[in-house]
């Protein structure tokens, strides 16, 4: 899938939840090279058979050096938006999960998802959904997430 314009890249060192969709970099983190660099991937959301709730799912790139956390996400068309992470056959809310260095945090149908809570409206297939991925390090992340039919299966990308 595609990238939300500037919030392809994150720069490490940006001020938490500081500006929107942009990258900066702490003036004591030098070039940033060894930062975490993050970027966004492979979203969708299948078209929700429930009024009040539906799963997210998408990738977080870090190319960088450092490892940061997932800590919140948010959405104009939700009340709430939880993460969950799957261990075995277990799904539990959590309220963090890391972005390794030069790894992956993958969302994905049957693992860690995310659950968009007191749906505001019924998201359709074909539509987009705006989310907004917020790090411990990095600065926010703004993702348009193309809602998919119910029935969708992702061949690459998870």
């Known amino acids: 899938m595609r990238l939300l314009g500037t919030a392809a890249v994150v720069t490490a060192g940006a001020l938490a939840l500081a500006g929107c969709g942009g990258s900066g970099s702490d003036p004591d983190s030098g070039s940033g090279a060894s930062g975490a660099e993050l970027s966004v991937n492979s979203a969708y959301m299948p078209q929700p058979v429930s009024d009040s709730m539906a799963a997210g799912f998408l990738t977080i790139a870090n190319k960088g050096g450092t490892k940061d956390e997932l800590t919140s996400v948010t959405s104009d068309i939700a009340g709430s938006v939880t ?12 309220t963090s999960l890391n972005v390794p260095a030069h790894g992956q945090l993958v ?30 390090e990095s600065g926010p992340v703004t993702v348009e997430i193309p809602v998919k039919s119910a029935t969708y299966n992702p061949k690459t990308g998870h």
């Open 83 to 94: 993460v969950h992470e799957t261990v075995g056959s277990s799904m539990e809310e959590v």
């Open 107 to 136: 969302f994905k149908s049957g693992g860690n998802h995310l659950m968009f809570e007191k749906l505001k409206r019924k998201p359709m297939q074909g539509e987009k959904v705006t989310a907004e991925l917020h790090f411990a």
